[in-house]
C-alpha cells in the first residue's frame, strides 16, 4: 500500500512538472508571438517611410530636371535672340543724332541768320499760327529777336519740335543753303557725341598701346608736340595718361571745323594698330557714324528712316558700303 502510494505521488509529481513546463512554453510562446508582431510593425513603418522617401526624392529630382530644362530654354532663346541681333549687321539702333531732339534756340539763330523771310517759314513750323506770326511781328524788334520771339512760342505750342521740323519748314521754303548747313551741323555734333559714348573703352584699349597710339596721332597731326611730350614725360599710369589722351581728342574734336573728317582719321589710325580692342572700337565708331549719315540721307531724299532690326538688315549692304567709301576716301 505505501508503494503504490508513493507511486501516486510521484506520478503526480511528474504531472504537475508536466503542466509548470506547458504552462511556461505557451507563456514564452506568447511572448515571442508579441515581439515578432512588434517587429513586424516596426519593419512595416520603416517600409512605408522608405516608400515616402524614395518618392519624396524622385520629385524632388523631376521638379529640378524640369526648372533645369526650362532655365536652359530661356537661356538659349535670349542667346540665340542676341546672336540674331549681332548677324544682323554690326550697326548700333542708337546712331546719337540729333535730329529727331529738340533745337537748341541759340544755335537755331546763329544757323538761320541769313534767312530774311521768316515769316513765311514760321508759318511752315507745327503748331505756329499766322496769329502768332502776326502778334511778334513788331517794328521796335530786330529780326534776330523776332526770330527768338518766334521759337519761343514754337516750342510752347509743340513741345515735341525738333530738328526734322525746321529742316521740313526750310525745304517748304526752297532754302538748300540753310538745309545743307544744319545738316553738317548735325553731322558734326553726330561726331562729338560718338566718340564721347566711346570715350571709358578707349581709354581702356589705349592704355594697352599707349605710346605707339600717341606716336601715330601725333605722326598723322591729330595731336601737338606738347600732348605727345606731356604723355611722354608724365609720372602717370598707362591709364591716366590714356585717359588725358582722350579728354584731350574729345577737346580738339569740340573746338574742331570738320570733327567728321577728324573722327574718320582717328579711327583709321586706331585700325592701323592691329590692335583687336582698337579695331573693334573703331568698326563701331565708323558703323554707328555711317548710320547717322544714313538717316541724313534719307531726310533729305525722302523716303522713311529705319525703325527695325529687320530694316536695317535689309540696308546691311548699303551701309557697309558707306563704310567702305569713307575707308577707300581717307
Known amino acids: 500500500v505505501i508503494e503504490k502510494m508513493i507511486e501516486l505521488s510521484q506520478w503526480r509529481a511528474c504531472i504537475g512538472l508536466w503542466n509548470c513546463c506547458c504552462s511556461g512554453m505557451k507563456l514564452k510562446l506568447c511572448q515571442d508571438g508579441k515581439k515578432i508582431k512588434q517587429s513586424r ?13 524614395l518618392k519624396l526624392t524622385f520629385f524632388v529630382n523631376f521638379l529640378t530636371v524640369t526648372l533645369s530644362s526650362i532655365f536652359i530654354t530661356i537661356g538659349l532663346k535670349i542667346f540665340f535672340c542676341s546672336l540674331l541681333l549681332l548677324l544682323s549687321g554690326d550697326v548700333e539702333l542708337n546712331p546719337g543724332p540729333v535730329i529727331d531732339e529738340q533745337p537748341d534756340i541759340s544755335v537755331l539763330l546763329d544757323l538761320l541768320e541769313p534767312l530774311e523771310n ?6 511752315q513750323l507745327p503748331g505756329v499760327t499766322q496769329q502768332i506770326i502776326d502778334m511778334i511781328q513788331q517794328p521796335k524788334k530786330s529780326p534776330r529777336q523776332q526770330k527768338k520771339i518766334l521759337f519761343e512760342k514754337w516750342f510752347e505750342e ?14 517748304g521754303r526752297q532754302e538748300p543753303k540753310l538745309i545743307k548747313d544744319i545738316e553738317d551741323y548735325l553731322k558734326n555734333i553726330s561726331s562729338k557725341e ?5 570715350s571709358d573703352k578707349l581709354t581702356a584699349a589705349i592704355a594697352n598701346s599707349l605710346y605707339t597710339v600717341t606716336n601715330a596721332l601725333f605722326a598723322k597731326e591729330l595731336i601737338s608736340l606738347d600732348i605727345k611730350s606731356h604723355i611722354s614725360t608724365k609720372n602717370d599710369s598707362d591709364y591716366e595718361k590714356a585717359s588725358y589722351l582722350v579728354t584731350t581728342l574729345l577737346r580738339q574734336m569740340e573746338a574742331s571745323l570738320h570733327p567728321q573728317k577728324d573722327l574718320i582719321s582717328l579711327c583709321h589710325i586706331l585700325i592701323e594698330q592691329k590692335h583687336q580692342a582698337l579695331t573693334d572700337i573703331a568698326t563701331s565708331i565708323l558703323d554707328q557714324l555711317v548710320c547717322s549719315m544714313v538717316i ?12 527695325s532690326v529687320s530694316e536695317l538688315v535689309a540696308q546691311r549692304d548699303q551701309i557697309k558700303g558707306l563704310r567702305s567709301d569713307i575707308a577707300i576716301k581717307k
Open 158 to 171: 509743340n513741345p515735341k519740335a525738333t530738328w526734322k521740323d525746321v529742316l521740313t519748314a526750310l525745304e
Open 296 to 307: 541724313l540721307v534719307y531726310r533729305k531724299f525722302g523716303g522713311h528712316l529705319p525703325t
Open 194 to 198: 560718338i566718340l564721347r559714348s566711346y
Open 41 to 53: 510593425r516596426i519593419s512595416d513603418v520603416h517600409v512605408d517611410n522608405g516608400f515616402r522617401l
Open 118 to 123: 521768316w515769316q513765311s517759314f514760321g508759318c
